[in-house]
């Protein structure tokens, strides 16, 4: 089978290939159809995460998946053969396992069914952005009413936290560039702040007070530069390392978990989320993916096509 590895850190990925894997007990095989490009498998192609994490070379790269079950192992019952799934391969310790495989192995604890409705592609771009999204509105414990300014929100996570704030019946402010604005608010976004102006300005012009909630996607393992924004008490959630320290403050430490996952079909069933895939790339191309991803200003997802 045709498999995306790196063999050394800081180099570009290769496509080789690899023998078929076997599921055991409590596994499911999935022919992969569809994955995604995420920070952090920039992130694990260029080493970033060693001091933080085990890694085994050659690493199998990619986190998110869909496609068709294969064959199922041993005590699976909630999943068959044939049937439509999606998920995310978790980094592992040590990291070594990924999804951007034609054939992978996976605990059935970490995939659940695509919803019928939700085409391939979609599925294969939401398992990491959006159960991190889906944990960090949990954190935020948004109610009707509420404001919160979201940084970031053209990416991945940022679009669906926009989304589930959006829901919840949160106002969402976002810096965005002035092209983004009709794509924001299409998201839910119902005032676009100048993104290369003073943010904390233009949310004390709108909320002298400050604002009950803030999400930060973008800033990096250091507290966020925008906290004064929010008003005593507020909360501040970060899937980025970025909350800060003390009370409401809340760094997702992200995993996926089939109660998650669920939660995410659930909402793409019932069209709570969406997601916007701004390019797609083929397996082979998956050096061009990477670099688009962290060389330009994408809105939503970079797609992978599997098969």
Not at 92 to 116: F, K
Not at 200 to 224: F, H, K
Not at 252 to 266: K, N, S
């Amino acid at each position: 089978m045709k498999t995306v590895v790196i063999n050394e850190f800081a180099t570009v990925p290769v496509l080789g290939d690899a023998p078929a894997p076997t599921p055991g007990p409590g596994q499911v095989l999935v022919r992969v159809q569809a994955s995604s490009v995420n920070w952090l498998d920039a992130g694990i192609a260029q080493g970033m995460f060693q001091d933080m994490v085990p890694h085994e070379l050659p690493i199998t790269l990619g986190r998110d998946f869909a496609g068709v079950v294969e064959a199922v192992g041993p005590g699976v019952t909630g999943v068959g053969t044939g049937d439509r799934v999606f998920g995310e391969v978790p980094m592992g310790a040590p990291v070594r396992d990924g999804a951007w495989a034609e054939l992978i192995v996976i605990g059935e604890d970490i995939l659940t069914r695509t919803p019928d409705g939700t085409d391939t592609a979609t599925a294969g771009a939401v398992g990491l952005a959006a159960t991190t999204a889906v944990m960090t509105v949990d954190a935020l414990g948004l109610r009707p009413g509420q404001t919160v300014v979201v940084i970031g929100a053209t990416g991945g996570v940022g679009s669906i936290v926009v989304q589930l704030a959006r829901a919840a019946g949160a106002t969402v402010l976002a810096p965005g560039r002035p092209e983004d604005e009709e794509y924001l608010r299409g998201l839910g976004v119902s005032e676009v702040l100048p993104r290369d102006g003073d943010i904390a300005a233009a949310v004390s012009g709108s909320y002298p007070e400050g604002v009950d909630a803030l999400v930060d996607a973008v800033t990096s393992y250091r507290p966020t530069p925008y906290a004064e924004v929010v008003k005593d008490g507020g909360r501040i959630a970060s899937p980025t390392g970025a909350a800060g320290e003390g009370p409401g403050r809340t760094d997702i430490m992200h995993a996926p978990t089939a109660d998650i996952l669920q939660r995410v079909a659930r909402h793409l069933a019932d069209g709570t989320i969406s997601v916007t895939i701004h390019q797609t790339y083929d397996l082979a191309q998956v050096a061009e993916a990477l670099q688009a991803l962290t060389a330009g200003h994408i809105r939503g997802k970079i797609g992978l096509r599997v098969a």
